[in-house]
Structures are given as structure tokens and as C-alpha cells.
């Protein structure tokens, strides 16, 4: 039996998240490019579409560079990327990839023109409305961007790029619909700000995975990233963005303690599941107060039981419970699945992959990950 | 240049405070066992023994089998043991190296007998008010858990192990006295309790950096484990428990994106450390809220910078700052520290190992971590 703390993945529902994303796309007529700074996992990449290899959002170059050795050629690096980057980009090139980048800075771009050793596809990145990152769609800057990156020979702007990042911020399906026009709006006047200056903008890239579900159409742009949407996770339930039923991930846990005596419970149940294993993520608080640091499930049904993780230590997970009656029902040894607030922190804990399940929690295969940069 | 984010690890600090850690021991006559679940590196377990091998303390078995293949032979792994880690536990034994576990309830110690395989060195585990793990130091289950142990003729006990974690609690050097004593007296009444009734007891294992610290004597206890001092962080000196220049690891981090616009502020530098870099823990904000997600400092000397990290994305850190000069200071592609809330969960955030400097950032040797389990 392999030892806990490990990431459970349950395949049949990770291929019926991915289908009804491939059919919301279809729907509204853009490109699927699944973002995998979520899974970080080749099989997962492939299962966004439907068995093949295809386009891909990355958050790291880590990400590109691995899913290029399992076949995948084409790359959006969705952070604004660095010169110090471009030797990996060029040689990620070299070996047959497309990857293409995301600035929003005229100054950026200059320094990625005079870094660049090879020719280099550039989305610009404008602001929705989320102030993360991105210039105003109808700014001096991004014309200016535009001009830069027209005088740097290497440089082929192919688009815009935007993220609605602050569309996590509600769960009301009115007020989710306005950001997503707002988001489509945005990164299809700046493409037609750029495009009047005679500017190429064959890419009108946005993503988020609420407004994704939620935009009443996406008249002008070409693609949607989204990556949490094939996982799922307590932040998106919490909001309503999804059913119990879709949570694909979780994280399997072995019951190490009883604490008989807990303030305000019955007592607690101690997991190995702590924060390295969970992050310390509450994403899903400010809507389900109750989820806490997790909320848990049944082992072998994923069922969910009226328990979550209250505090988390480093490799300990404290689950108060009601009734000193959970100490029989969950002995010593016994295992439990946590279900985590958000999905990316919590693959991202030093698992190094997933136990890929058929629902029943019994492992039928391994999938690897890469994390770090 | 090597890509950030990466963690930076100065080294003459980090020796500055494992020589002042192992001075404080012999000041109490105690040993020291490091604990590696914050650097989980062989050079940083050697660095805490003056150069050599020597006893440790680990949370994970991941980190005992790592750190035997560098040397080292006496483990003590600190979170609770379950029986089906015993054929790995097993597997450390036959390549020669010495490893105590920890138990605290007598069901688990039965399970843990029928399991064991070979003769198994045992601690039992008694809380001395955190609450967290262990059994009343005056309470009938650490008597019946010395006595499941000795019906099995592999569980050799040894002694006793607690951890004042709700030191954390406070800054108060007269309370965390108290503190200390309280785990003293817990740890050393309880072994007495055990010995009047036959039972070995000649390991008395107590351990949290802010009791070490202000223990006023530690009569009767073995040995200590302290890890985070090794490294200190934000958490720790925002409890008085270090200084500025004692903060030995940090993440170094690029300026990718200026954001002009930002609530509250002249704008905001991006960086490129996200909550997968630094970790979304917030210890340090009760004492110190001005240390939101972590602190910046000069990329060069380490020196203190005027901005801390207000939000953060999976791979974005958002800096507000007070005036737009910080732009030029700080332009597109500079490189900054981030002194981290907590190192432990900083450290394991998929960085793989640390870039080990003498001070000045520039890094001169690359020592691996352990993550996982």
C-alpha cells in the first residue's frame, strides 16, 4: 500500500470535465487551449484534448519544456516572460515547438528585441478590469507596444491576451456574465485598436474558467485558457461553478492520531495531510466558511463527510469532529480523501504526481508532474 | 543568469546560527538534533553539526532515506508513524542507520507491534499544550501505551518526545519562559511516571525554537530539536525571536511587469514569485501585518526595501508602491529578495534546492532538497 500523503486524480471525471469544456468551446465557437499550470502533467494535457496533443497555455517554461517531450509543439507562456528566458525559448524552438509570449511593457519589449537570438511570437497583454497585469485596452501603452515590437525584426505580434482574473472575486451568475463581456470586450478593442494601425492580431486569447462558463457569447475572440475547470476544486464549488460530483482532485490521507480532547469538538482526528500536502489555501472560505483548510471524503467513494481540516501544520492536518463516534468510524490507519480548496497549490505541494483512480481511490496509474521553473 | 524565482541561501548566516544554535545547547547541557523539515538538505544537516554527521531529526522518511545517502545514521522521525511505513522504516535499518519513531496512542502501538518486522526504536509522544498530537502527560494513556509496548518484544522504548508549538503564540519572553518550562516539566514528569514503573526512559526529546530559546533551564531533558532557526523567517522575528541579519533565506525574484495603475498605491512592481515561490502563509502578520506576503530586500545586499508582497498569484507577486520613482529603481528585469513568512513552507515550494551565496546574492554552489514524502 503506498504511503499518504499522495494526490488523488479520478480519470473518469477529469475526461468529463475536459468533454464539457471542449463542448462549451464548441459552443461558443473558439479554440480550446487548456492551461496546465494546474496539472503540469502530459497525460492530463492530452485528456484536454480528447487523447491528441494540441495547444496549450503554460505558466512556466518548466511546463513547455515538459509536455514538448511528450510531443506537444504548441505553447502559450502566459506570464509576462523575461529576456534572461530566451535561450529556453529558443531552444524549445529549435526542437520543432512553437512557443509563444506574452508582454505588456514598451520597455519589455525593447529588452526582449534586442535579447532575442531567433524570431519570436508576442501576444500583448492588456487589463480586463483584474490590475494584475496588462496595460488599459485603450491606453498610449499598448500602441506604443505594438510600435516596439514593429521595430525589432524578431518580434511577430500575432495578438492580445487577457485575463479576468476577478471574475473568482463572485459567484453570481449576472454579475460573472458582465465580467466575461467586459473581458471579451477588452481584447477585442485592443485588437482593433492594433489592428487599424495596420498591426497583425490573428490571436484574441482570453481565459478565465468563470467566465468561460458564463460569457453570453465570445463574438471576436479566437481562444479560452482554462485550467482549474479540468480538476476543479472547493474555491470554484464555492462560487458555484461546479457540482460535487466534478472534483477530480483530492488528496488521500492516513488517520495518525486521535487528540481526545480538541477546544470546542469532541476531540480530533490527526492526518499526515498538512500543509505541504494541502497549501494553506482557503480560497473557498469567503463563500463556504466551512471548508476551511479541506473538507473530507470517504476513501473509497469520495463520498463527502461532514468533516474539513481545521488547522494545518507542516505534515499534520486537524480535523475536529463532532462526536467522539468518528474515532470508530475512522480508527487509527484508516484513510480519508481531503478535498482541497484550490486545486494548483495543492498539486503543486511536492507530490511529484498523481494516483489516477476510477472513482474507487484504487490507484491504476501513475502520472508524473513537473514542478518548479 | 540562472531563472528566478530560486531560493537564495546565505551561507555565513546559516553557520551563524547553527554555531549559536549548538552554543545554546551546551550553555543547557543538551544535545542538539537539528530538525531537517525545514531545509531537508544534507549540507545544511551537516552545517548544524559543526561539519559532520550527526543526530537528526525528520518529518518525513523521505528526508531520513536522503539524508543516509549522504552519511548520516541517527534519525528521529518526529510525526507519528503508521504501520505500513515500517517496510521503508525496515529498509533504512538494514543500510545501518538508527531510527526512532514516535507514537502516542496504545491502539497504535499495538498496530505498530503486530507489524514491526525488526526490533523498533519508539518515543511516546505527550502534549504539553499544544494540543496538537501526544497524550496528557499525567493521563492513563501514556501508561498504557508503555505497556502495549513492552507486550511486543520489537518496540524498544526509549523515552519521550513533545513540542511546544503554541510558542508560536506569543512574542512574550516571560510567557514563552513559561512556556518552556511547562514543556520541561511535561516531558520530564511524564518520563518519570514511566520509570517508576520499569519502564526505559533515557531520551527526554523536547523541541520549538522560541522555548530553546528562552528555557530558563532544561533540567532533566536529553536533547533538542530546533529547524527553523537554522534559517529563521518573518514569522520568527516578527516574535522577537531573531534579527534582520539572522534571516538566512530568501527568494530571489525579477521585476516582469510595472503596473501603473494600482488601488491604494503609485502602482505596483510584478515579480515573478507567485504563491508557488514564497507559499501563502501569512505567520508573521499577527505580529507583523506590514509583512503581508513576505518582504522585499535589496537583490545585491539584502538590505531592507520599503515593500512587501500585497498579493499574490500562482506565479505573480504584486508589489504596491508608495511612489512611481520605485519604477526607476526597480525597472523591468531587476531582481529583488523576498524574505519569506515561513521557510519551511517557502522552501518546499518545488524550488528543488537552494542557491547558496556568502551574502552578496551571487550564488556559488547549488544544494538539492528533499521534497515529497
Redesign the interface.
Known sequence: ?T????LLLDRPRLERNAARLRARCAELGIAFRPHL?TAKCAEVARIGHEGRTGPVTV???REAEFLAEDGFTDFLLA???????LP?VAALQERGARITVVA??P??IR?LGEAASRPLDLLLEVDCGE???GT?PDGA?LLAAAEAASRHPFLRLQGVLTHA?HSYGTGDPARLAEIAEAERVAAVHAAGRLRVRGHDCAVISIGSTPTLLYARHLEGVTEVRAGVSLFWDLAQLSRGMCGWDDLALSVEA?V????????GAAG?L?L?AG???M???TGANAFMPEARFGILADAATGERLPLSVA?L????G?VPVPDALWFGRL???SRVRVLPNHA??TA?????GYDVHLGDGIPAARWMRC???
Open positions: 500500500m504511503a499518504t500523503p499522495r499550470k505558466s512556466t517554461l506570464t509576462a516572460v523575461t529576456p534572461d528566458r529556453r505588456d511593457d520597455a519589455m529588452l490590475h494584475r497585469s488599459d501603452a482574473g492516513s495518525i492520531g486521535h487528540q481526545r480532547t480538541f477546544p480530533a490527526v499526515d500543509a505541504l500536502a497549501s494553506k489555501d488547522v501544520h507542516q505534515e499534520h486537524t480508527p487509527l490507519g494548483c497549490l503543486a505541494g511536492g507530490h511529484g514542478d518548479g521553473w
